[in-house]
């Protein structure tokens, strides 16, 4: 059971701009920057985004991470078919002390 | 090229042992740590723990602690993940990832292609 909760599915036609959330409590997120993977059916997770809000090498400006209190956000602008993927938050728990991943996030393009 | 190359599928009967490895290349092994992560069909990753190759220095999560062996050959480059006695629960895509260290968190920055294990009866 994730510690960090994220929406189930989000969409929105192309080019246009979806916004995934993840939330979760001062033992982690609250006190450690968070990643950002995508992830393919059958394929690795990639990093996008690590230290909350910085892009992992290659990874295109549509993509952009935040973070505030005890959340933090991907936002994906000008959506493609290709963003089409399951989307993960990550960070360490202090009081688990372990990594914990999101719920995950479908996007869809309409 | 840096490169995670895992082993390959695997299917074992209920209270079979398994080890699954995970052969880094492209940069310098000793010097990052490796996590084995979880994937169970449809669920998100889970961290089952992770090893410095440089001295072996292995930290389970709690969740996964008395049920797995992480462990590495330094002289392959190999980092392994081990099981005595197989659950059908274990059934699940396992992959390794490169674990990076950054200021106020840590993140995962290279994967391998994953291990699919399937216990079954």
């Known amino acids: 059971q994730s510690v960090l909760t994220q929406p189930p599915s989000v969409s929105a036609a192309p080019g246009q701009k979806v916004t995934i959330s993840c939330s979760g409590s001062s033992s982690n997120i609250g006190h450690n920057d968070v990643a950002w993977y995508q992830q393919f059916p059958d394929t690795a997770p990639k990093l996008l985004i690590h230290?909350?809000?910085k892009r992992s090498s290659g990874i295109p400006d549509r993509f952009s991470g935040s973070k505030s209190g005890t959340s933090a956000t991907l936002v994906i602008a000008g959506l493609q078919t290709g963003d089409e993927a399951d989307y993960y938050c990550?960070?360490?728990?202090?009081?688990?002390?372990?990594?914990?991943f999101g719920t995950g996030t479908k996007v869809t393009v309409l | 090229e840096m490169q995670l190359v895992q082993s390959g599928a695997e299917v074992k009967k209920p209270g079979d042992s398994l080890k699954i490895s995970c052969r880094a290349s492209g940069y310098s092994f000793p010097s990052s740590w490796i996590v084995w992560v979880r994937q169970m069909p449809g669920k998100g990753p889970e961290s089952m723990g992770i090893?410095?190759?440089?001295?072996?220095?292995?930290r389970y999560s709690p969740s996964f602690q008395g049920q797995i062996t992480i462990s590495v050959d330094r002289s392959t480059s190999t980092a392994y993940l081990q099981w005595r006695s197989l659950e059908t629960s274990d059934t699940a895509r396992y992959y390794c990832a490169r674990l990076v260290w950054q200021n106020d968190g840590r993140s995962f920055d290279l994967w391998g292609q994953g291990s699919q294990v399937t216990v079954s009866s």
């Open positions: 990550g960070t360490w728990d202090d009081s688990l002390s372990a990594d914990v």
């Open positions: 230290e909350s809000l």
């Open positions: 090893i410095y190759p440089g001295d072996s220095d292995t």
